[in-house]
């Protein structure tokens, strides 16, 4: 009888035994190891610095002080400050002849001394290419200058007609035949006609050496 409990308390010990066996196998054998968390990689964005555009430069705008138009004006002689109308009808700025020698032809159509020396004018007018001759007609009406002009060939240089006498004012000249030299800075001369040749020559080599 003792030796069946005994056969007995094996066989449940051999059964306790292998349940403890099967439990453990079901744990994977032994203890599990505690999960490990995982901290997912966190990559920092790029820090790069916003793209910076420098503001376009450009120059301060400058008004200049003067136009060309006005620092010229400063520079014409008072006496030039007209304007005219040629014979043949074009517009005539006196500013144009400032800073250059000149040589005011005052004549009227029906003058004689005008006629008489008309050819010693048109001579010197064509003999000095670097003095603007400027003839200024007047006491008298258009047609009668441009039949002048005509009849003693000085249609070569510039004529005026100043029915009104506004440059003979302006060059204070009151008689005819007249004759204003002006040299390059403006200073005038005037001498009485009729002038010959020997006389304008003299007269432009003055200028001329202003």
């Not at 066996?21 to 995982?38: E, F, L, M, S």
């Not at 001579?123 to 290419?129: E, F």
């Amino acid at each position: 009888m003792t030796r069946i409990r005994a056969v007995a308390a094996v066989v449940a010990a051999g059964l306790l035994t292998a349940a403890c066996g099967a439990a453990g196998d079901a744990g994977g054998g032994g203890a599990a190891p505690a999960p490990t968390a995982v901290t997912p990689a966190t990559s920092a964005p790029p820090t790069s610095a916003p793209p910076t555009s420098a503001p376009p430069t450009s120059a301060p705008a400058t008004s200049e002080p003067a136009t060309a138009a006005s620092r010229g004006q400063a520079n014409v002689p008072e006496a030039l400050r007209f304007t005219a109308t040629t014979l043949d009808g074009q517009p005539f700025d006196g500013s144009s002849l400032a800073g250059k020698p000149v040589v005011f032809w005052f004549w009227a159509p029906w003058c004689p001394k005008c006629q008489s020396e008309a050819p010693a004018v048109k001579a010197a007018a064509a003999k000095y290419a670097d003095v603007a001759f400027v003839g200024v007609a007047g006491l008298d009406g258009a047609a009668a200058m441009k039949d002048f002009v005509r009849r003693t060939g000085t249609g070569g240089f510039v004529q005026l007609s100043d029915e009104k006498g506004a440059v003979w004012t302006r060059l204070g000249v009151s008689q005819q035949s007249t004759f204003v030299f002006m040299k390059p800075d403006g200073s005038t001369g005037k001498a009485s006609g009729p002038l010959g040749s020997d006389d304008l020559d003299r007269h432009v080599a003055e200028l001329r050496a202003a």
